[in-house]
């Protein structure tokens, strides 16, 4: 025999209310990153830290230049994921007025 569990109402409430008082932080915290993609859509490579490079220290200790960098192809920068999904929408948009 099943016996369905009631949801609780009290667990319920405080849930919802926790969820509604994050929601104006995530909300802030979002457009924030949407501002920071539009003026600035390039952030530094991860990978090599802005340098477009691999940094290589030699034998006696001189930091030397290593290969150009193959997530960002030696620029030192890339597109921030927010830049990409904005312009991936716009491509979106675009392709489907024509």
Known sequence: MLVERLPNPILERVLMGSLLNAMPGLIFITLCYAALCAASPFGTCRKCRGWGA????????????????????????????????????????RDGLR
């Open 54 to 93: 691999v940094i290589r220290q030699t034998r006696n200790g001189r930091l030397k230049r290593g290969r150009d960098c193959r997530r960002c192809e030696g620029s030192g920068r890339r597109i921030r994921v927010g830049r990409r999904l904005y312009n991936a929408t716009v491509r979106l948009h």
